[in-house]
């Protein structure tokens, strides 16, 4: 496996989650991302997680909006 581990993260996910609805939460502390010279791998590592079209860049609220939409199911 090459690249980050958010990357084979989000590979793993996307490929499971064509069974069932996924959550990947992704915590960001300063301490570890918010140095300069880790910016690039951070975005490389976003950029790959979304860029493909099938996972959404969204917040909690956006997600319990968008469950409430859906047809109910008996």
């Given at each position: 496996?090459?690249?980050?581990?958010?990357?084979?993260?989000?590979d793993e996910m996307l490929g499971q989650s064509e069974r069932q609805s996924l959550v990947m939460?992704?915590?960001?502390?300063?301490?570890?991302?918010?140095?300069?010279?880790?910016?690039k791998q951070l975005r490389r590592a976003l950029?790959?997680?979304?860029n493909d079209g099938r996972a959404w860049w969204?917040?909690?609220g956006a997600i319990m909006d968008h469950v409430a939409g859906l047809p109910q199911q008996a």
């Open positions: 496996m090459k690249g980050p581990r958010a990357n084979w993260l989000a939460g992704i915590a960001l502390h300063p301490y570890l991302v918010g140095q300069p010279h880790r910016l950029s790959h997680i979304v969204t917040t909690p």
